[in-house]
């Protein structure tokens, strides 16, 4: 199976910060990676999709990168509402399926 | 529009067999290349990954739990069912199903349901 891991666990930023979010896959998985926001008592909502195609309505201080093992998602201007859980996903193996462990961006 | 919908008991026993329900809207389950799947997470934890089905009838289950796990789907109720065997408290936690978007080739899931929590304790 496939593992993917994320960097860091959890972050701390500010409004108006820029950061950066890693996932490394256990083996090369082309662009079939996928960012979600979660947010507690919420669904997850999908970000990015193919490493880095912006889902319809998804602001564009969202973006990501990325081919093969390694993919980074970025998020410029900090808003406050975008402090919450992030995950990646790979679908190079579909139909079978795995999440990172996640990422907790919190305010500093 | 589309819609996901998750239903079952919220509380099981231990040694209990789960059933749950994911009732979808806005789309049919024959669409070609559609797919639904099941992803749980327990309190304080990631997402994890349980099942997937698609619309010509392929299954796929979590390695570490394909031996407790069966997903089937029946379209003329648009609905997607998960059957999880001898539960433990362990797999307490919010059971979610999405739809993942065909025809993009990433099948990332586009729409959620809002989730159902479970927990599993005597």
């Known amino acids: 199976d496939i593992q993917m891991t994320q960097s860091p666990s959890s972050l701390s930023a500010s409004v108006g910060d820029r950061v950066t979010i890693s996932c490394r896959a256990s083996q090369r998985i082309s662009s079939y990676l996928n960012w979600y926001q979660h947010k507690p008592g919420n669904a997850p909502k999908l970000l990015i999709y193919g490493a880095s195609r912006l889902q319809s309505g998804v602001p564009s201080r969202f973006s990501g990168s990325g081919s093969g093992t390694d993919f980074t998602l970025t998020i410029s201007n900090l808003q406050p509402e975008d402090f919450a859980t992030y995950y990646c996903?790979?679908?190079?193996?579909?139909?079978?399926?795995?999440f990172g462990q996640g990422t907790k961006l919190d305010i500093k | 529009q589309v819609t996901l919908k998750e239903s079952g008991p919220v509380l099981v026993k231990p040694t209990e067999t789960l059933t749950l329900t994911c009732t979808v809207s806005?789309?049919?389950?024959?669409?070609?290349?559609?797919?639904v799947s099941w992803i749980r997470q327990p309190p304080g934890k990631a997402l994890e990954w349980l099942a997937h089905i698609f619309s010509n009838g392929d299954k796929s289950y979590s390695t570490s739990l394909k031996n407790r796990l069966t997903i089937s789907s029946d379209s003329s109720k648009s609905q997607v069912v998960l059957t999880m065997t001898n539960m433990d408290p362990v797999d307490t936690g919010t059971y979610y199903c999405?739809?993942?978007?065909?025809?993009?080739?990433?099948?990332?899931?586009?729409?959620w349901g809002q989730g159902t929590l479970v927990t599993v304790s005597s």
């Open positions: 806005g789309f049919s389950l024959n669409n070609t290349m559609m797919g």
């Open positions: 996903q790979q679908s190079h193996t579909t139909p079978m399926f795995t």
């Open positions: 999405a739809r993942s978007r065909p025809f993009t080739w990433y099948y990332e899931f586009d729409f």
